[in-house]
């Protein structure tokens, strides 16, 4: 009788002279990670100033149109800053590609930064309001792109990190965009007046954590990148920030003192998720394994 028992161990992955099969992203830190946050933000604050002018509540409304106009145009700024120079955002414009989340993207973010830039500088200069408001309600309609294109943006690349969840980015982004825009609501708004703001927080956290929740689920072995090191540990601090800022917005209805530490607590965890998840796709770009072997299974699957 002969011994079949396997005389070498189980094969360990590796690439040629463990380089990297594709590109990590060149992108800049805090640059990008700031234009995604503050450009879900923008597009919270947005649909929160809309929401606000329709049920007569102008000190939030004034709130949303200037957080609106403001993080649409740090937004433009921080783009820009990782880009290099003005021209290459021009350059973007000069097509238009249905085909490409980067000329979509571009194209929702110029109008959108446009219109709420007007709105912003009729409600602090006082200058044509009419006109202000119907600009500042025009951008409420790019607003729900404005939450999540960068989220098919990031997911659109090869990078493993961010391409194995593409179904939910975009719903952890969207969720995290409302969070932090009732956020801002619930910090710069009069108590009294913050009732969509606390409304849009709770849900938001809501989304953000269902979401986060079904990503690390579904994430496969590249959940690993989201789960160790500093992504790790950002993407920990931003769940334990958001459940705390939900569960503070909904007892802020009559104390100044919890919108404030729910609003500091909700726009913290909406920041941090975006360095998490830009962190965590980065270093799953520099590691060949979470490259190869989920190809390698979709194909045995196939």
Same mark, same amino acid.
Not at 159 to 178: I, K, N, T
Not at 263 to 292: E, M, W
């Given at each position: ?6 005389? *070498? ?7 040629? $002279?463990?380089?990297? @099969?594709?590109?990590? +992203? @060149? ?9 995604? $946050?503050?450009?879900?933000? *923008? ?8 929401? %606000? ?9 004034? @709130?949303?149109?200037?957080?609106? #106009? ?6 433009? @700024? ?22 490409? +989340? ?18 912003? /500088?009729s409600e602090v200069t006082g200058w044509l309001p009419r006109l202000g408001?119907?600009?500042? #309600? ?6 729900? *792109?404005?939450?999540? $294109? ?7 690349? %090869? ?5 194995? !969840? ?12 409302? /969070? ?20 849009? /927080? !709770? ?6 954590? /269902? ?25 920990? =601090? ?6 705390a800022g939900a569960i503070g917005a909904l007892f802020s209805g009559r ?25 965590? #796709? ?7 394994? $979470?490259?190869? =072997? ?6 045995? =699957?196939?």
């Open positions: 009788m002969t011994d079949e028992r396997p005389v *070498a161990g189980e094969a360990q992955f590796s690439s040629y $002279y463990g380089r990297e @099969v594709i590109k990590p +992203p @060149v992108w800049k830190v805090p640059d990008v990670p700031l234009y995604l $946050y503050l450009g879900g933000m *923008a597009g919270g604050a947005s649909m929160m100033a809309l929401g %606000a002018e329709l049920t007569n509540r102008p000190a939030l409304g004034r @709130v949303g149109r200037i957080a609106a #106009g403001a993080g649409a145009a740090a937004s433009v @700024v921080a783009l820009i800053h990782d880009l290099g120079r003005p021209l290459k955002f021009l350059n973007m414009l000069r097509m238009f590609k249905p085909t490409s +989340p980067l000329s979509v993207g571009s194209w929702i973010l110029a109008p959108f930064s446009a219109l709420t830039g007007a709105g912003m /500088a408001k119907l600009s500042a #309600g025009v951008s409420a309609v790019l607003a729900p *792109a404005m939450t999540t $294109y960068t989220a098919v943006l990031l997911s659109d690349t %090869a990078v493993p990190g961010w391409h194995e !969840v593409y179904r939910e980015l975009p719903f952890l982004f969207a969720g995290s965009a409302v /969070a932090s825009a009732g956020a801002v609501g619930l910090l710069g708004a009069p108590v009294q007046q913050t009732a969509p703001a606390r409304r849009m /927080a !709770v849900a938001g956290a809501a989304l953000e954590i /269902a979401a986060d929740h079904r990503l690390h689920r579904r994430a496969g072995m590249i959940d690993e990148v989201y789960q160790q090191g500093r992504p790790g540990t950002v993407l920990r =601090v931003a769940r334990a920030l958001t459940a104390s100044r003192l919890a919108a404030i530490g729910a609003g500091l607590c909700l726009s913290a965890g909406s920041a941090a998720t975006r360095f998490g998840i830009f962190s965590g #796709g980065r270093n799953s770009a520099r590691d060949p394994r $979470y490259t190869v =072997v989920p190809q390698r299974q979709r194909q045995a =699957v196939r």
